[in-house]
């Protein structure tokens, strides 16, 4: 098992390698020069050319790439084009507002959607199961950010419940929470859309099994049967959607950060291609994907534990 | 079981305690405003019937003073902050000599100050800042020589490693050489031919090579770009690049920290020389999305936001109950330039031929009035001397109002009867965009094939100092008419072959001299009026077409008062001073 862990993580050292020359090389396609777009279409050529030089942009490519790549091996995320401050002081202090996010909605989308899934499962083909259907539908179509706006409109302006826009003190739990629940139901809800749905389709083959019918016919509970024997059996896909959702909620943050104007990675993000921060943008990129390759191992593993047949 | 009892009044204690704190009195400093009416002898144009309007002395009884009472803010009371919601994703340089976009020019401004400033609200007006008065110059050895008499007691923002200490001459000085360096500020080559002196502690003496009127030396040491004054010893003690984030100066409001991607906290500086703010501090938020930015003021989240420079968005935000939309300046002028070395537009009458082609009236309604408004020449007349009114130009006969049959006309007699086409960059940004897009439906209908591709907005300044579009819109603030011309018009500023290549798009080299004696002239009459006959000769050659200026727009809760009237502020924000107020 932990020979299997350590091998997983040392294949992602090539894959985060490929994302981050990836990234260098694209965010140096993109037009646009960061001296300028720090300095703005007032300044004197000299002052840009002056800044360009301080910002390290006029060496060669292959200088600033293994510069950049001799920094992140040494785990050092480097200096902000554009602050001057480390990045990863600032790294530090917005990733627990995004971490805060994605596993409150990964909670909101596993606590409604399962049971829900099951629920329409267990209820099939009557006006439940069709109104759960429209509803989830529903939810896969809308863009987080609208959904986010929506919300705001609703919980924040009309009756004042909650914070429309920031993160909140982290040291004060209480009005963090607060800025917590909007952009958390924002994406919660949605992936809750997509959990229930497929614990539906899930739960539908596993119920038509023969051993299903074998215990109902031992006289086991109708609970049990649905919990203890065909929840189970079921869990695998549903994990992988959820481990699926998981990674995709790391982009869906973005824009929810941005509407909420929450603090987080998706927001420097955001800022960083606004500011043309290369190396901001290339350290961000490479933590996304650490990220990915972090839950999809931790996906894989929780298959073992579901489904005692996979063995790493 | 025990425990549990605990367990339990330890919650009930908390939820309690909390639910007080929450009760505890909302913290504002008390403001108690008082009309008092008084008799005033006010000039008032009495109308007699059959009579030439006369103005005549009356006595009338007018509300004229407002007597505000501001009592200290009362112990135990949160802090007022006013909370601001500007549209960007973060800051760039708060290095006052570096903040050249509008979200650090917003922020400088509340944390120094020039010799002179900008009144505030009206960028129009000049008076002194950290001078004691505004000097008059004096010829001495064919330099013309400033001496500015420094305000006592001024005092710097105290800093982890510099306390607070009085600013002095040598301040001043290090603060103009810094704005001089072209390694330590971005307008050094405004500072060229400038040298300042220390005569003592609180006298400066700043001689220029070649004399400038005041309209154009006082921008230099007023509270814009440049002309902000740092503190010495605190820039040297923390270095430039801490500098960029933690800015220290005179100004009402200091740097307490700042969160990068998402805020800069200000506290007010107790002692500011005018006296402590009103405000406890701002909260300046970086939040680029719109959307955001207006539900966080509805939901009452923040206090003053940058808002859309679109009519509608002005009618919609105006209906709202307690919000108030301000539409101010200085405004952006956008104006067409020509590229008079490519054909056809070398030829004069196909400039013409467009500019009669192009109709003001119908770029103006993409962006609404008043949030836009026409402009007649390209240095804007209703902010800055130098510019030619409406009045102006059609006495001229250079108004060049929409008249497409003489258009089609004109383009017949250069040779193009059935019109050409065109290809244009433009970047993505709304104010832009539109534009383009009209004029390419615009001059399409004098048989004008205007291509428009879409690029992101630094590619279409990129691309356009490389001399890529024939036609090139611009939309910009320059504090004065000199910069304007200069940068735009005079062949030095010629994108890529001129000596300092900049924005003169048009290559237009006809104005040098006008441009140039105007510089020097220190009568400011004659100087106007070379600043004229330079724009006259302008629409004359119909090197540029001027459409349009657009205008600042911000919200804010009814209960903040900026403290002054908003005309126009350079910083293109509302302008936050020690009188700023918010009003519970």
């Keep these: ?312 | 079981m025990n425990g549990k009892r605990i367990l339990w009044l330890m919650v009930t204690m908390l939820i309690l305690g909390s639910l007080i704190a929450g009760c505890g009195p909302a913290a504002t400093p008390v403001v108690v405003e008082k009309e008092k009416v008084v008799e005033k002898p006010v000039v008032q144009t009495v109308v007699v019937e059959k009579e030439v309007p006369v103005e005549k002395e009356v006595v009338k009884t007018v509300v004229v003073e407002k007597e505000v009472v501001v009592t200290a803010t009362p112990e135990r009371k949160e802090p007022v902050i006013l909370r601001l919601g500007q549209n960007a994703a973060d800051l760039h340089s708060l290095d006052p000599h570096f903040a050249t976009t509008t979200q650090d020019r917003s922020l400088v401004d509340m944390v120094f100050n020039g010799l002179v400033r900008y009144k505030p609200g009206d960028g129009s007006v000049i008076e002194p800042d950290l001078a004691e008065e505004l000097p008059e110059p004096e010829m001495v050895d064919g330099k013309q020589v400033w001496i500015f008499r420094l305000r006592r007691g001024v005092m710097c923002h105290p800093t982890d490693t510099t306390p607070s200490y009085e600013l002095t001459a040598e301040d001043v000085v290090y603060s103009l050489q810094k704005s001089a360096n072209p390694e330590r500020s971005a307008y050094a080559g405004e500072y060229t031919g400038m040298t300042v002196e220390a005569l003592d502690d609180y006298t400066v003496k700043i001689t220029l090579d070649k004399p400038l009127s005041p309209v154009l030396f006082f921008p230099k040491v007023a509270n814009y770009s440049g002309g902000f004054i740092v503190c010495k010893k605190a820039i040297e003690a923390m270095g430039d690049d801490a500098f960029k984030t933690h800015p220290v100066g005179t100004g009402p409001f200091m740097v307490q920290s700042y969160s990068p991607g998402e805020k800069v906290m200000l506290v007010a500086n107790d002692a500011y020389f005018r006296g402590r703010p009103l405000l406890d501090g701002v909260e300046f938020r970086y939040m680029p999305d719109i959307s955001s930015r207006e539900a966080g003021l509805l939901a009452g989240e923040l206090d003053v936001i940058n808002g859309l420079t679109d009519e509608v968005w002005v009618d919609k935000m105006s209906k709202e109950e307690g919000i108030r939309v301000d539409v101010f300046g200085v405004g952006e002028v956008a104006t067409v330039h020509f590229n008079t070395t490519v054909e056809p537009l070398d030829d004069p009458k196909v400039r013409k031929a467009i500019a009669y082609a192009l109709d003001r009236d119908e770029f103006l309604a993409l962006f609404g009035e008043p949030v836009a408004e026409n402009v007649y020449s390209p240095v804007p007349a209703k902010f800055l001397p130098g510019g030619l009114t409406r009045a102006e130009v059609e006495k001229l006969g250079l108004a060049y109002d929409v008249d497409r049959e003489k258009a089609k006309q004109m383009l017949a007699e250069a040779g193009y009867p059935n019109g050409f086409s065109l290809e244009v960059v433009t970047s993505e940004m709304t104010g832009y965009r539109r534009i383009y897009e009209s004029m390419q439906a615009q001059l399409a209908e004098v048989g004008i094939d205007l291509k428009v591709n879409v690029v992101d907005h630094s590619t279409m300044h990129k691309l356009i100092r490389e001399d890529v579009n024939p036609i090139v819109v611009y939309i910009a603030w320059r504090p004065n008419a000199d910069v304007y011309l200069t940068r735009f018009f005079h062949s030095d500023s010629i994108v890529v072959t001129g000596a300092k290549p900049d924005t003169n798009f048009s290559h237009y080299d006809q104005i040098d001299d006008l441009i140039e004696a105007a510089r020097v002239e220190t009568d400011p009459d004659k100087q106007v009026d070379l600043w004229k006959q330079a724009q006259i000769k302008i629409l004359e050659d119909m090197v540029a077409y001027p459409l349009q200026y657009h205008q600042q727009v911000y919200a804010r809760s009814e209960a903040v008062d900026y403290g002054h009237e908003l005309i126009s502020v350079l910083a293109l924000y509302p302008g936050i001073t020690e009188n700023t107020r918010i009003v519970k």
Excluded at chain 1, 31 to 54: C, F, H, I, N, W
Excluded at chain 1, 102 to 107: G, K, N, P
């Design chain 1, 1 to 312: 098992m932990l020979r299997y862990i350590v091998t997983r993580i040392a294949l992602s050292i090539p894959i985060l390698l490929a994302v981050f020359t990836l990234v260098f090389i694209v965010v140096r396609i993109i037009p646009g020069d960061p001296a300028e777009a720090a300095l703005g279409d007032y300044a004197s050529k000299q002052a840009v050319e002056a800044l360009r030089e301080r910002m390290g942009l006029n060496d060669p490519l292959i200088v600033q790439y293994l510069r950049f790549l001799g920094d992140l091996l040494r785990g050092d995320l480097g200096i902000s084009m554009i602050s001057g401050k480390p990045i990863s002081e600032q790294v530090a202090h917005v990733l627990p507002y995004t971490l805060q996010l994605t596993f409150a909605s990964i909670l909101i989308g596993t606590l409604f959607g399962i049971p829900l899934g099951v629920f329409t499962a267990t209820r099939r083909n009557t006006f439940i199961d069709y109104l759960g259907r429209i509803i989830s539908l529903a939810g896969l179509s809308v863009p987080a950010f609208y959904f986010g706006i929506l919300l705001i409109l609703f919980f924040a302006i009309k009756i004042d419940l909650f914070p429309a826009v920031g993160g909140g003190d982290l040291k004060k739990p209480v009005e963090n929470l607060k800025h917590l629940v909007l952009p958390a139901l924002t994406l919660g809800l949605i992936m809750t859309t997509s959990v229930t749905r497929l614990t539906r389709s899930a739960m539908l083959n596993v119920l038509s099994e023969d051993y299903v019918r074998t215990a109902r016919a031992k006289g086991l509970r109708e609970r049990a049967v649905i919990i203890k024997h065909a929840l189970r059996s079921a869990m695998v896909p549903i994990i992988s959607i959820i481990g699926l959702w998981a990674a995709s909620l790391i982009g869906d943050s973005v824009m929810t950060e941005v509407v909420f104007s929450r603090p987080g990675l998706g927001k420097m993000l955001v800022g960083a291609i606004m500011q043309r921060d290369y190396a901001a943008l290339q350290s961000i990129m490479v933590i996304y994907a650490a990220f990915v390759v972090l839950i999809n191992l931790v996906t894989d593993l929780i298959y073992g534990l579901v489904d005692p047949r996979i063995s790493h």
